[in-house]
């Protein structure tokens, strides 16, 4: 016998809570009934919306729900008769039970009153009968009817006291909401879950997007390669000390800002694409317009990176790569921290590598002069602490003392 029916209430509201599941929520509810009322059966309709009908979820009992009864359509008078609200003018409890029906079909002055009452109650007689229910309760979600608990008879003796009905019927009623919360948890879930692969799929795109952007950008920049004799092979090597620079550095550098940095330094003369042949491979001085057009791959090389929203921050270290330590760089003329530090690092690195390189009209620095060029600019157009950590690379990497 079950303890108290208001402590049941109880019991079955926290697992309503716990159980996100609708579908098994009303199998542990049908379960409980069965287990603790010790009526014959149980069986639970929900509301189907994809198929507008009422479908047993689970039942339990002797008299489980026929196969053949396994829906309740929306025109089966006793659906009807929830969802129209008929109850609050006939009766009481908002519950019918076969009783109920018989007394009602007794009453020959009400079912004079309406000729369609009784062939109705009858049915609803007919379904209750098919399902082995002595007492259904809906269950109502605002004003729309979710579902309809079906209980039978109790073994032993037989009829459902005015207890147990408020009992089945605040139980019906909860059920529903449980079930009404569940739905939308599982809803959102799945929506969640539908996003999630929505941005992963996004992600995959934006990474194809971006690889193929970097592709065609290490493209062009190969073409200046093409282009000048000193430059090729020059962005592989600028690009390994720059980033073993790093190491001998007091900063940190998570993998992303060694990316960046390992792309500005093999980009980072992408702009001399737009500078004219004649002035890029000019052996003698540059004229002060030609200085100007040549000054100006920092912003074209910029330009090109930009466009790209991955690659902004690649533009902002390509575009201050000649600015000098001691504000006399260009294109804004940037001092000290001013500067990003990756391009603090390409203007050293670059740097050292344009003087060791040989020349059609000269040949390379030795690597002790151009270590002792980089010693005296340090300060001025270096900045020391990164001409301080290159020499530790070179140390390292070449062994020169
Ligand atoms: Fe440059």
């Known amino acids: 016998m079950i303890r108290s029916y208001q402590q049941a209430i109880r019991d079955i509201a926290k ?48 008299n489980r729900v026929p196969k053949s009864l396994i829906k309740l359509d929306l025109d ?22 076969t009783d109920l029906i018989d007394n009602m079909l007794a009453d020959g002055q009400l079912i004079e009153q309406d000729p369609t009452l009784g062939p109705r109650l009858e049915k609803m007689k007919e379904t209750m009968r098919n399902l082995s229910a002595c007492a259904c309760f809906p269950g109502y979600y605002k004003k729309d009817l979710l579902g309809i608990l079906f209980v039978g008879s109790k073994n032993g003796t037989g009829h459902l006291c005015d207890d147990e009905l408020l009992f089945l019927q605040t139980l019906a009623s909860d059920a529903s909401m449980a079930i009404k919360t569940a739905e939308y948890q599982e809803a959102l879930l799945n929506k969640i879950k539908a996003l999630e692969e929505s941005l992963g799929v996004i992600r995959l795109l934006r990474q194809k997007d971006r690889e193929k952007y970097l592709q065609t950008i290490i493209a062009l ?17 600028v690009e390994k000390w720059g980033l073993m620079c790093v190491e001998f550095m007091n900063v940190k550098f998570n993998n992303n800002k060694r990316e960046i940095l390992s792309t500005a330094l093999r980009l980072h003369d992408v702009g001399k694409l737009g500078v004219p042949d004649e002035i890029l491979h000019k052996k003698g001085k540059l004229t002060e317009e030609e200085w100007v057009k040549m000054k100006d791959h920092v912003r074209i090389g910029a330009k090109i990176l930009e466009h790209h929203d991955d690659f902004k921050t690649v533009a902002k270290i390509i575009l201050h790569h000649h600015e000098n330590f001691d504000g006399s760089g260009y294109p804004y003329g940037l001092k000290g921290e001013e500067i ?38 340090s300060g001025r157009q270096f900045d020391p602490s990164v001409v301080e950590a290159f020499l530790k690379v070179l140390q390292k990497s070449i062994h020169v003392e």
């Open 15 to 62: 697992v309503m809570v716990r159980v996100k599941n609708p579908t098994r929520l009303l199998k542990i509810i049908t379960r409980y009934l069965y287990r603790e009322m010790q009526v014959k059966n149980t069986a639970m309709a929900i509301y189907d919306k994809l198929n507008q009908r009422y479908v047993f979820y689970d039942s339990r009992g002797d």
């Open 340 to 377: 990003p530090l990756e391009s603090r690092i390409i203007s050293v690195v670059d740097a050292f590598h344009a003087m060791i390189s040989d020349r059609p009209y000269r040949k390379g620095l030795p690597y002790d002069e151009a270590i002792a060029e980089l010693k005296k600019w």
């Open 221 to 237: 920049a190969n073409t200046v390669d093409a282009k000048d004799s000193y430059t090729c092979g020059h962005h592989e090597e």
């Open 76 to 97: 089966n008078p006793l659906v009807r008769w929830f969802m129209k609200h008929e109850k609050r003018i006939m009766i009481e409890k908002d519950c019918i039970t």
